[in-house]
């Protein structure tokens, strides 16, 4: 898959979508949040900004807007009306869109970065880049005295 290249002209000038700020992710769409149904860029943004008494729950976000066309639609990573890819990795799970290869874990119950390579151990219950790693739990029990 191509990369999503991001352009920096995206419909800013729609006035209810909150720019980010910190631009800690890069993607094509803007999320609803689920507490006071404002339009922001990240869950950052909401929370930096005090938009609301709440905090943003990203698990409960159920609608955003595409920036190319600005269609309002449930979650994905494609728009439904000009099919723009939103980013180049998408969890339904953490409704998270992001230029980072991401993978996420049921274990740890939130997405990775490093993608299809990771492997959860459940001995030292951390996830890694590989299944030979410093297992933290191993090194410390009794029975490898």
Not at 111 to 123: A, I, M, T, W
Request: hydrophobic share 30%.
């Amino acid at each position: 898959m191509e990369p999503v290249q991001y352009n920096a002209a995206y419909k800013w000038s729609e006035p209810s979508i909150i720019a980010c700020i910190n631009r800690k992710y890069k993607r094509k769409c803007a999320v609803a949040s689920p507490c006071c149904s404002k339009w922001i860029m990240c869950r950052f943004c909401h929370d930096d900004n005090n938009l609301c008494d709440q905090t943003f729950e990203r698990f409960k976000v159920s609608k955003i807007r595409c920036l190319e066309c600005l269609e309002e639609q449930g979650i994905s990573n494609k728009c439904i009306k000009c099919e723009v890819v939103f980013a180049n990795s998408f969890c339904e799970i953490c409704k998270v869109w992001t230029k980072d290869n991401i993978k996420h874990c049921n274990e740890c119950g939130f997405c990775r970065v490093g993608g299809e390579s990771l492997y959860h151990c459940k001995l030292c219950d951390k996830c890694w880049d590989s299944e030979d790693h410093p297992c933290v739990k191993k090194q410390l029990s009794r029975d490898d005295v």
